[in-house]
């Protein structure tokens, strides 16, 4: 089954989160319309977590388990590896490079932080040396989750549903000072949980089409609202409620209405990862240049379509190329 409007989902979510940095460039004076816009905007991230939680589920329900449990869940770690690290290695030690700062991370704290940064260990700096890798803590914590849940077989989801929510529960209740134990016991964790909960769903229960319908409009609506902070949430569990929603939509897409989906979007949904984890140096590159008024819109969007562009290189060059490469390599 084509997972199109998932795939679409994915390219909006990166944007989402590209133009929440990018926001600052249609701030006009007497109307900050990019924090109205996207303040919000890094919101994409636990669509990102949703989606992942799905993704993770759905392309292993099939699984043999009548194969070595060891064997299995060492093809899952190599496709794991082979899909996040390339190009974030890349774009990592790319990162260290503007200002002069490269060699400052081959001693002392700058050493410690490139480390942590390349095992995707969080650090008490809160971000890694390419700073988006936060949450590529997170993925890698739940993939090592993931794969160890594989030896349960059958009753590995009831392994990572129950990890999850104790240690969310315990993190809700303790304050750890470890950056490890912080992200091991984040909330944000279970957002992965639900988007296991949505692949078991949907593959066991048919949805009609009136309540898909409702169900999605009411997603879609309400996350709006949040995006453009027209209904502030600060409860944590009320935002995962309405996020998991607007996930929800876009699956009812592909399994209820069976939508398409337009090639175009479906394509930034590919190049997705690219587009998240390179749109920073794109900022960089263009931050000399001082564009007030009315010229913020067109520069804006000129941003957007040069970070596209860029993305598109790098999903072309690095990450379809070695992806292709490691797999024959590692016989993954």
Not at 46 to 74: E, H, L
């Amino acid at each position: 089954m084509k997972l199109n409007n998932l795939q679409i989902l994915r390219g909006i979510s990166a944007l989402l989160v590209c133009c929440f940095h990018f926001r600052e460039t249609i701030n006009l004076p007497g109307l900050d319309l990019g924090d109205i816009l996207f303040k919000k905007g890094s919101i994409g991230v636990p669509v990102f977590f949703i989606i992942s939680g799905f993704i993770m589920a759905f392309t292993t329900q099939k699984i043999n388990f009548s194969k070595d449990s060891f064997q299995q869940i060492t093809l899952f770690y190599k496709r794991r590896v082979i899909r996040i690290v390339p190009l974030y290695y890349l774009l990592t030690f790319a990162a260290m490079i503007p200002g002069g700062s490269f060699f400052l991370y081959f001693h002392g704290a700058g050493l410690y932080e490139l480390i942590h940064s390349l095992l995707f260990l969080p650090t008490k700096k809160e971000f890694p040396v390419l700073f988006l890798g936060w949450s590529l803590n997170f993925e890698m914590f739940f993939y090592l989750i993931f794969g160890l849940s594989l030896f349960f077989k059958e009753k590995r989801y009831y392994f990572i549903a129950g990890f999850f929510i104790l240690t969310s529960i315990l993190g809700y209740f303790i304050h750890f000072e470890s950056p490890y134990l912080r992200m091991v016991t984040h909330s944000l964790n279970l957002y992965f949980v639900v988007g296991i909960l949505f692949s078991l769903l949907l593959n066991k229960f048919t949805i009609p089409k009136n309540w898909a319908a409702l169900l999605s409009v009411t997603g879609i609506v309400l996350f709006t609202l949040v995006l453009l902070s027209i209904i502030p949430i600060d409860n944590d569990m009320i935002k995962l409620a309405i996020i998991s929603l607007f996930v929800f939509s876009f699956l009812t897409f592909d399994y209820v209405f069976q939508f398409k989906g337009n090639k175009a979007f479906i394509f930034l949904g590919d190049i997705s990862y690219s587009l998240y984890l390179s749109h920073p140096f794109v900022e960089i590159a263009l931050k000399r240049f001082k564009v007030e008024g009315y010229l913020s819109f067109p520069f804006f969007l000129f941003k957007i379509a040069m970070v596209v562009i860029v993305a598109s290189l790098l999903y072309y060059f690095v990450e379809k190329r070695v992806t292709n490469y490691l797999k024959i390599k590692l016989k993954a």
